[in-house]
């Protein structure tokens, strides 16, 4: 009995994972100008620099502002992924106890 839980919750993780790996997130700083795209496993699969941007800004202000990028895009990416998550779990419980625990 146990066992085939296990594989079955081993088979459902491996799922949610590809399924978090196609979820995609972004934020962006300074207004647009940088834009940082990432998929819900927290891995950053894109970044964008407008050039005019790059023109009027320094290295301290741009290195500044790409933390700001990321870090918001990986904050959104760990949210999806925690959201995910809880719905996999509450399609585990049997029927009725979805609210077991505070879920």
Known sequence: MFGN???????????????????????????????????????????????????????????DLLMVAINRTIALAAETEAAETQKLIQDMLPPGMGNLFGM
Request: charged share 30%; no cysteine; glycine share 4%.
């Open 5 to 63: 839980m296990l594989g079955d919750m081993e088979e459902r993780q491996k799922a949610l994972k590809e399924q978090l790996s196609q979820i995609k997130v972004s934020s962006d700083a300074a207004n647009g100008a940088i834009k940082v795209e990432a998929n819900a496993t927290r891995i950053i699969t894109n970044i964008q620099i407008d050039p005019t941007f790059l023109k009027d800004s320094d290295a301290e202000e741009l290195e």
